[in-house]
């Protein structure tokens, strides 16, 4: 950007992108900081809380599922032979 003085009857002329561009100062950095301070804290305070909850997800504390009990199952019916049919 160029340091030019304008007056009403010389206004300076920019290009349509430098016209739109804001100025990255200090000020826009420390609340890029800040926020995203904030959302690491947020994020592990919420991962704190519920910690419990998410290693109970993770198998390592569930009880053991009882044993295995066999049942007896019958045997299957034997096939029955065609009668022969009177004519």
Do not use: C, Y
């Not at 301070?37 to 305070?45: Q, T």
């Not at 919420?46 to 569930?62: I, Q």
């Amino acid at each position: 950007m160029t340091n030019t003085t304008h007056t009403d009857e010389h206004p300076a002329k920019l290009e349509a992108t430098e016209a739109r561009q804001g100025r990255w100062g200090r000020p826009v950095f420390w609340v890029l900081i800040a926020s995203t301070l904030l959302a690491a804290v947020v994020l592990f305070g919420s991962w704190a809380m519920r910690a419990n909850d998410l290693a109970v997800a993770d198998g390592k504390e569930t009880p053991s599922a009882p044993p295995a009990v066999s049942q007896e199952v019958p045997a299957p019916a034997q096939p029955v032979e065609p009668t022969a049919t009177p004519q």
